[in-house]
């Protein structure tokens, strides 16, 4: 494979291969997926080149892996929770939801069971909890982010509408909960109660609890962001990789119709609109 580099810049990537009509090895983009598969076009002459799955891209990162130690560069930053971050400190802190995925119906186990579930992904950023990164070459300082999955049930035991309660701070009226869309919390501010945990060596920050928020900590600085099958349309490309690949792992994922659009959910909202 005359492949000699990958580099990840946002959801795409960079790597070698054969173009045709250039006649050699150039480097091409791979885009974020589109139903599961990516386009792979050729940056020399604008050519798309063709697609290629989530499994073959495993298997040009597992290549370039080995190749590392022979003296190539291999360069991929990951999003989604790892690395050498410090842990969210515990306590209570200013958030604000910035996205909400719809992950479709997940297989999950638990004590030895397996438990087909309809999940729900909320991200939080904390406006007042700082990080430095960088990208596409520029340093950059945004609010730390964190996330939590919830099974998709307003049941009055359901660990969601729990949280929903504790955030708006009083319990639904059976009206309200026949009118609820999850939408409404997108862009909301919240206080978020962190706590650690500590499964193996390695310290993890919960989302404990989701309380009213203080004040009016305005808009989130990372887009709004919602995706659900309800709606339809394709991942949004602010999506992390880590989360993608969730959804494209759930049920419903193959049985989307292709080239839907979708539409991006209005950010004007003051108070708790739930
Ligand atoms: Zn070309």
């Known amino acids: 494979m005359p492949l000699d580099f990958m580099t990840k810049i946002d959801r795409y990537y960079a790597i070698k291969m054969p173009c045709e009509p250039c006649r050699s090895t150039v480097d091409v983009l791979v885009s974020p997926p589109k139903r599961g598969k990516r386009d792979v076009i050729c940056q020399r002459c604008g050519q798309f080149i063709r697609t290629i799955t989530k499994k073959e891209l495993k298997q ?6 080995e190749e590392k130690d022979m003296g190539l560069t291999v360069k991929e930053p990951e999003g989604g929770s790892g690395g050498d971050r410090t ?8 958030a604000i939801c910035y996205a909400i995925y719809d992950l ?10 397996t438990k087909q579930q309809h999940q729900v992904m909320f991200c939080w950023e904390f406006p007042d909890i700082r990080i430095d990164y960088e990208k596409d070459g520029k340093q950059l300082n945004g609010p730390r982010v964190l996330s939590r999955k ?5 049941h009055e035991k359901a660990a969601l509408r729990k949280m929903l309660q504790s955030w708006r701070g009083k319990s ?10 999850i939408k409404n919390v997108l862009g909301v501010g919240a206080q978020l109660q962190i706590i ?7 310290t993890y920050a919960n989302i404990e609890n989701v309380l009213p ?24 490309d602010e999506c992390p990789e880590w989360i993608a690949d969730i959804i494209m792992n759930s049920k419903e994922w193959d049985e989307v ?18």
């Not at 203080?214 to 309800?230: Q, R, V």
């Open 87 to 94: 842990p969210i400190p515990e306590g209570l802190h200013k």
């Open 104 to 113: 479709g119906t997940q297989i999950n186990e638990w004590q030895g069971q």
């Open 60 to 65: 040009f990162k597992s290549f370039y892996m």
């Open 257 to 274: 119709p292709a080239d839907v659009d979708v539409d991006t959910p209005k950010d004007d909202e003051e108070d708790l609109p739930f």
């Open 150 to 154: 919830f099974t998709l049930s307003l």
């Open 172 to 181: 639904f009226t059976r009206d309200e909960l026949a009118g609820f869309d």
């Open 213 to 236: 928020p203080a004040a009016n900590y305005g808009k989130p600085e990372n887009p709004l962001t919602f995706f659900s099958f309800e709606d339809g349309g394709d991942i949004p």
């Open 196 to 202: 650690h945990s500590t499964p193996k060596d390695v």
